[in-house]
């Protein structure tokens, strides 16, 4: 078509009302009582013009746009990159299209997405979220716009959030590698606030203490380049030559701590014992493979769509805020065991 056709016109030239053109464009003419002789006339018209309805009148006419807003860390991470594949799968069989974008911890920039998000009238908000936007997510679950966290909370801030146990999975992890022997246990993690990263350095902290055995603290932050955080935890690892097993608290950073203890020529597990939180395919693909806690992806996508959902098609009914707190997998290889 030279000019765009509007679904007024597309209604004059089959006789019939705006309204009926737009009730069976949007799906609904069954629900009005449209024949099939009707709706099927209209749609085989539009298609053969090629009428394409106006989006944002439709959003401005329904109150809808149909697209979610989801916010992470960094789409490229794995555990990130997996959730937002199954989200996007879950939402578009139920009708919904997602805009990602990637955060990298940074409160302006996350700022700046939220208000990008809010002019193209999104429908809900899914987001791992940093510190310094509980203002701007008040806002918009005052606006009556559904709002859920995932893979962290926000303390001051109530609402739906989907969690793992990130406290008793580190633990466990602590766990494993004392009972395989080794005694002077380090923890390596981001320099963060976050509420997962202070949950896990928690069950670290207390289950050495249960068993009055020394802590081992690295604290690395966010924006260091890759060399950098090698450099680090090469350096830390050297200065601390008695420690004889390392927790690592993201899959990244045990990724630069493999080239770290590479460099030092020392050997998994004789030399030193290797558990990381969030699995990965590189991790039992190592030789020796790594012992990982796995969090339970798929289950994660599912309870987010699910209750975001439940929130979009029934507001009213579904004003209770919920916290879901789902189980770790600990998965046993090589690096923890000595035997």
């Not at 329904?62 to 799968?89: C, Q, W, Y």
């Not at 246990?185 to 990263?197: K, R, V, Y």
């Not at 680090?232 to 701590?257: K, M, P, S, W």
């Amino acid at each position: 078509m030279e000019k765009k056709i509007s679904i007024i016109e597309v209604a004059k030239r089959l006789d019939v009302s705006p309204t009926t053109v737009s009730f069976i464009l949007n799906g609904r003419s069954k629900e009005k009582r449209i024949s099939d002789e009707i709706r099927d006339k209209v749609l085989k018209f539009v298609e053969e013009i090629g009428y394409k309805p106006n989006s944002l009148a439709r959003s401005l006419r329904t109150g809808k746009t149909n697209t979610i807003a989801l916010m992470v860390e960094s789409i490229s991470d794995p555990f990130f990159g997996h959730i937002a594949r199954n989200i996007e799968e879950k939402a578009y069989k139920s009708g919904y299209k997602i805009l990602y974008s990637s955060t990298g911890n940074n409160t302006e920039k996350t700022k700046e997405f939220l208000k990008m998000y809010e002019e193209r009238h999104v429908d809900a908000y899914i987001i791992a979220a940093p510190e310094g936007i509980e203002g701007e997510l008040q806002a918009i679950i005052n606006s009556g716009k559904p709002v859920l966290l995932f893979d962290r909370y926000l303390k001051d801030l109530k609402t739906d959030t989907i969690l793992v146990d990130n406290y008793q999975s580190t633990a466990k992890a602590v766990e494993e590698l004392i009972q395989s022997g080794f005694k002077n246990i380090a923890f390596i993690t981001l320099d963060s606030l976050q509420s997962q990263m202070n949950d896990r350095l928690l069950g670290y902290e207390e289950t050495l203490k249960k068993h009055k055995l020394p802590q081992y603290l690295k604290e690395i932050s966010y924006d260091f380049p890759p060399e950098k955080v090698t450099a680090h935890i090469e350096a830390f690892l050297q200065r601390r030559g008695e420690i004889d097993a390392v927790v690592f608290a993201t899959n990244y950073l045990c990724v630069y701590g493999l080239k770290a203890i590479e460099k030092l020529g020392l050997i998994i597990p004789k030399d030193l014992g290797i558990v990381v939180f969030d699995d990965q395919d590189l991790f039992e693909l190592y030789k020796p493979q790594i012992t990982a806690i796995a969090q339970p992806i798929e289950e994660i996508a599912n309870q987010i769509i699910s209750l975001l959902l439940n929130k979009l098609n029934n507001p009213v009914k579904t004003k209770k805020i919920q916290t879901i707190v789902l189980n770790a997998e600990m998965i046993i290889r090589g690096s923890s065991s000595r035997a």
